[in-house]
């Protein structure tokens, strides 16, 4: 069990130094008109992701909004009713003869 984890780890290992030293002579390689390509992918990529992660937090905060204003609505609906029957009882209660 465990040789096959070692394997595991080396050969990752392997693929991460190897990736890692590709990575560097093509750095070396890279003229600046590369570099600002790179440089600007990866600002756009992080740039749509936070918009999307904004995007989304405004969309859970407008639902939660929208849930809160719903229950508000909801409660002072009940609340007319039950000040209509509290009415009505009043005037049942007035006009019944004593």
Do not use: C, F
């Not at 991460?16 to 600002?36: E, H, I, P």
């Not at 029957?85 to 009043?90: A, F, G, Q, T």
């Amino acid at each position: 069990g465990d040789r096959t984890a070692m394997e595991l780890i080396n050969r990752i290992w392997n693929g991460v130094t190897y990736s890692w030293s590709t990575l560097l002579t093509s750095v070396g390689v890279m003229t600046q008109k590369d570099w600002l390509t790179a440089i600007g992918i990866l600002i756009g990529i992080a740039a749509a992701a936070l918009g999307e992660l904004h995007r989304r937090r405004m969309a859970r905060i407008h639902e939660t909004n929208n849930a809160l204003l719903n229950e508000l609505i909801d409660a002072i609906r009940d609340d007319t009713e039950n000040r209509q029957d509290v009415k009505e009882l009043i005037r049942t209660i007035r006009e019944a003869p004593r």
